[in-house]
């Protein structure tokens, strides 16, 4: 298994247990102690872990936070990401949008448009959207997970059978090679990944922060995703990577430093 293989199931695992041990680690992927040890030393030098006696735990900076508090985090970089986003909307379109924060600076960017129809799981997006005439609205039902205003389960997951858009734009929770995209919460990663699937193109949209991040469950291998929108500060290493696998990236520089 390579290095980033076992970092990636590494992060699963404390995405779901909270907490590692080296000797269970060691046994369960069948390698050396140092060698977990050294795996968990080069993931705290990514900010991703914090190394305690005997283990690791998650770095509090990759726990979810509330959906208030991260409203305000990296804004001018996910404002010029959406931007960038908004020029793939084109009159008349049907388009998915999934929950989170940048989808909703991304919704609030494409309010010019005309005659769109807008299918999303999230009540935030919905309430923005709700009255303007130009558009049509279609919220799929649920279970509401109360954090983030959005919907999940088996109403959603039947809802979603039988649409079909001609893009979705999606937020993420992290972007790594080889775990591809991921996210917290298991209903909602669910319902990301059947839209994703019919979608005639998909467009993701993800800061730098996202970037070498592995979140719990994943919404879709690297090669599922047709654009990628992120900013300058991106890791170029992963860009790489990502063009190799013929995902187009798409860098966005934030106002702020266009404009100096």
Known sequence: MLPQDRQSEI??????????KISELSKNLNVTRETIRKDLYEMEEKGLIRKVHG??????ANLETSYINRKNTNENEKRSIVKRAS??????????????????????????????????????????IIDYSDFGVIIIGGNVRKNEKSLFGPIAYRGIEKL???????????????AGFTNVHM???????????HCQKTIVMADYSKFNTVSMNQVAPIEKVDVLITDDKADSKL??????????????????ETNP
């Open 187 to 197: 209903g909602e990663s669910e319902v990301s990944r059947l839209m994703l699937e």
């Open 55 to 60: 283990g690791a735990i998650l770095n509090k």
């Open 11 to 20: 992060m699963k695992q404390l995405h779901e247990f909270k907490t590692v």
């Open 239 to 256: 860009l790489e990577q990502l063009n190799e696998k013929n995902v187009k990236v798409i860098t966005a520089v934030p106002e702020d």
């Open 164 to 178: 079909y858009v001609d893009k979705g734009f999606f937020g993420i929770g992290g972007v790594d090679i080889n």
């Open 87 to 128: 020029e793939f909307v084109e009159n008349g379109d049907t388009l998915y949008i999934d929950y989170g924060t940048t989808a909703l600076l991304f919704t609030r960017e494409i309010l010019s448009k005309k005659d769109l129809t807008i299918i999303t799981n999230s009540l935030p997006i919905a309430n923005e």
